[in-house]
């Protein structure tokens, strides 16, 4: 048995979801950081799959893994790109300060300028 964890696993989840799409935050549409993190992308030209954990029936299981996946709380906001965690806040600001965040959303074909 290659996958033992059942269909309802948070983080099965958050896996699937972040796969299916070039670049997938997870948020919670009150935090004003998720905002922040959302406005950043669309302004570089990105449109970001958001999944709203607030808004989501099993939300708070998935915040639950991402606190986990992270190892740091708040949960919020969680960004993927290319099916690959960045991370939090703090390492997508780092990522775009010290210019690799562009070549990543170029890779994971998010941005083609």
Same mark, same amino acid.
């Given at each position: 048995? %290659?996958?033992? %964890?059942?269909?309802?696993?948070?983080?099965?989840r958050?896996e699937r979801?972040?796969?299916?799409? %070039?670049?997938v935050i997870?948020?919670?549409?009150?935090c004003?950081?998720?905002?922040?993190? !959302?406005r950043?992308f669309?302004?570089?030209?990105?449109?970001p799959?958001?999944?709203?954990?607030?808004e989501?029936?099993r939300? !708070?299981?998935?915040? !639950? %893994?991402?606190?986990?996946?992270?190892?740091t709380s708040p949960?919020v906001?969680?960004?993927?790109?290319g099916?690959?965690l960045?991370?939090?806040m703090?390492r997508?600001?780092?990522?775009?300060?010290n210019?690799?965040?562009?070549p990543?959303?170029?890779?994971a074909?998010?941005?083609?300028?």
């Open positions: 048995m %290659a996958r033992t %964890a059942s269909v309802g696993d948070p983080l099965e958050i979801l972040a796969s299916e799409n %070039a670049v997870f948020s919670i549409s009150s004003c950081m998720c905002h922040a993190i !959302k950043l669309c302004g570089m030209g990105v449109n799959t958001v999944y709203e954990l607030d989501d029936p939300g !708070k299981d998935m915040e !639950k %893994a991402l606190m986990r996946l992270l190892g949960a906001p969680v960004v993927f790109i099916g690959k960045v991370g939090a703090d997508v600001m780092a990522s775009h300060i210019g690799t965040l562009v990543l959303l170029k890779e074909g998010a941005l083609w300028l």
